[in-house]
């Protein structure tokens, strides 16, 4: 499946896309509550699409088609974010989720993530790791990320969020082609 996995920089013209996405209820109970307007999805995704904010924007593309999104930055770049965790300079953060209702629970996500750390994260941009904070009670996204190759790392309460993160982090040695950790 991985093979199948492209990615393709956000555009202005897939914010319709977008805000199709984050108006579904299996995004909007983690990713998005409440749902979002089209205005509200151009003021969070057109500064990123512009390059006027720290983060890296990606549709994930399966088989040519748009999926899902993910996203990648700096942790440290995100002065108020980083200094609630405390990770290292090289470390990168990933936001994901699969769009497509009918795409949930095929291994998509956990293959997504895993070519999106082989091409992106630890490819061109260069993190020597990675971490990523669903909260507590999204066990599905917790597997799913185990399965990548994430472990936990540490619970972290972050102002503004709704619930405490349940921090995982990944470095390029805990990256396997079936998401298994080396030595095990």
């Keep these: 499946m991985e093979h199948e996995i492209r990615f393709r920089r956000l555009t202005e013209g897939d914010l319709d896309l977008m805000h199709r996405w984050l108006n579904t209820p299996h995004v909007m109970r983690w990713y998005s509550p409440g749902g979002r307007t089209r205005e509200q999805v151009e003021k969070e995704?057109?500064?990123?699409?512009?390059?006027?904010?720290?983060?890296?924007?990606?549709?994930?593309?399966?088989?040519?088609?748009?999926?899902?999104?993910?996203?990648?930055?700096?942790?440290?770049?995100?002065?108020?974010?980083?200094?609630?965790?405390?990770?290292?300079?090289?470390?990168?953060?990933?936001?994901?989720?699969?769009?497509?209702?009918?795409?949930?629970?095929?291994?998509?996500?956990?293959?997504?993530?895993?070519?999106?750390?082989?091409?992106?994260?630890?490819?061109?941009?260069?993190?020597?790791?990675?971490?990523?904070?669903?909260?507590?009670?999204?066990?599905?996204?917790?597997?799913?990320?185990?399965?990548?190759?994430f472990r936990f790392w540490k619970r972290a309460v972050v102002p503004g969020e709704p619930a405490p993160e349940y921090l995982m982090r990944m470095t390029p040695d805990d990256l396997h082609e079936d998401g298994t950790q080396a030595g095990r």
Aim: charged share 25%.
């Design 45 to 149: 995704y057109l500064p990123y699409i512009r390059r006027e904010k720290p983060t890296e924007p990606y549709l994930i593309l399966y088989r040519n088609t748009p999926v899902g999104y993910i996203q990648t930055y700096r942790v440290n770049d995100w002065p108020d974010y980083a200094r609630h965790i405390g990770v290292d300079d090289d470390t990168a953060g990933v936001d994901i989720f699969i769009g497509e209702p009918e795409l949930i629970g095929r291994g998509l996500g956990p293959a997504a993530i895993r070519a999106f750390m082989r091409q992106v994260v630890f490819g061109s941009f260069g993190a020597r790791a990675c971490v990523i904070g669903p909260e507590v009670a999204n066990k599905a996204a917790i597997r799913a990320y185990e399965k990548a190759g």
